[in-house]
C-alpha cells in the first residue's frame, strides 16, 4: 500500500525494536522524514543502521524533558511536526497479589504519563505550525478483557483509550486528528521464546478467530493510513488489529441449536416439543 507521505515528518517512540523499528523502516519507505526515538541506545542505532532522513534521539517518553527533546528533535532536524506515533510501552505481568507499587507507577510512567507528555508536546509544536497533524496512541486489546497479571498493563492501555478521545475532541479545532491503534498477538516475541511463553502462546493461538497471531507489518499498515490523508475524517477512534480476539474465540465445530423451544422459529419438526402447548 502506497500513502502520499512524502516529506512528511513523523515521530515515532519505542524505535529500537518490533513495530517500533518496523514502522521506521516503513515510514522511510515512503519518503517521510523521521525521529526515532527510544530509552536504548543500542536497539535505536541498530534500527536506524544506513537509513537516509532520520534523526535519532535517545529519550525516556516518561520525563517532560524527555518527550521535548524527542519533539524539538523534529523542528531542529526538520522544521517541523506532521506526525507523532506513540508506541512506547512496556508491559511486565505480575499476579495482582505479588504486584508492587513501584514496577505499577513505571508501567503508568511509561505507558500513559509518557504518551500524554508526547501528545501535549506534539500537539502544542503542530498548533506552532498551522498545519494540522496526526497523533497516533498506542493501546493493546488487553484493554477490553481481563487477564492474569496484566492488572497494571491493561488498565494502563484502557487509560490510554479515553485519554486518546479527549485529546482528539480537545484537539479537533486545530485539525490535529488523534487516534488509536490496538494491536492484540503480533509476532514480536524473543527468539528463542522461554518455555513458559511459548507454552501460552500456542494454547491461545487455536482460540483467535483467524487462528494465526499478526505481522508487525499489518499493524504498520494502519498506522501508515492514520497517518495519511486518506484517514481525514477519522479522529477518536480505536482500530483493533488482533485478528477478531477481541470479538470473540474461533468456532470450533459445527454451529447447532438442539433447543426446542424455538422450533416454532427454526421450523423444525415440533411434535416432541414439551414447550409447546397442545389443544386435546
Request: proline share 5%.
Amino acid at each position: 500500500m502506497i500513502y502520499d507521505l512524502e516529506n512528511k515528518v513523523v515521530i515515532i517512540s519505542g524505535a529500537a525494536r518490533g513495530v517500533g523499528r518496523e514502522m521506521v523502516l516503513a515510514f522511510i519507505a515512503q519518503r517521510a522524514k523521521v525521529v526515532a526515538a527510544d530509552r536504548d541506545a543500542s536497539g535505536l542505532a541498530e534500527t536506524c543502521a544506513n537509513l537516509p532522513q532520520v534523526v535519532q534521539v535517545i529519550a525516556d517518553v516518561s520525563t517532560v524533558e524527555g518527550s521535548q527533546a524527542i519533539v524539538n528533535a523534529s523542528i531542529q532536524g526538520f522544521g517541523r511536526l506532521d506526525v507523532c506515533v506513540n508506541n512506547a510501552a512496556v508491559a511486565p505481568h505480575t499476579a495482582l497479589l505479588d504486584e508492587t507499587a513501584e514496577v505499577w507507577d513505571k508501567v503508568y510512567a511509561v505507558n500513559c504519563r509518557g504518551t500524554f507528555l508526547m501528545t501535549q508536546a506534539a500537539a502544542r509544536a503542530m498548533i506552532v505550525g498551522k498545519r494540522g497533524g496526526r497523533i497516533i496512541n498506542f493501546s493493546s486489546g488487553a484493554s477490553k478483557r481481563g487477564s492474569p497479571g496484566a492488572a497494571a498493563y491493561a488498565s494502563s492501555r484502557a487509560a490510554t483509550e479515553v485519554f486518546s478521545r479527549v485529546a482528539a475532541i480537545e484537539l479537533a479545532p486545530y485539525n490535529i486528528l488523534v487516534n488509536t491503534v490496538s494491536p492484540g498477538l503480533i509476532d514480536t516475541q524473543p527468539i528463542p521464546r522461554p518455555a513458559t511463553m511459548d507454552a501460552r502462546l500456542q494454547a491461545r493461538i487455536p482460540t483467535l478467530p483467524l487462528a494465526r497471531p499478526g505481522k508487525p507489518q499489518e499493524v504498520v499498515d494502519v498506522v501508515l493510513f492514520l497517518a495519511s490523508d486518506a484517514s481525514s475524517y477519522i479522529t477518536g477512534a480505536v482500530m483493533d488489529v488482533d485478528g477478531g480476539s477481541s470479538i470473540g474465540a474461533r468456532a470450533a465445530g459445527a454451529v447447532m441449536d438442539d433447543d426446542p423451544r424455538y422450533n416454532w422459529v427454526t421450523g423444525r419438526d415440533a411434535r416432541n416439543n414439551p414447550y409447546i402447548e397442545r389443544k386435546p
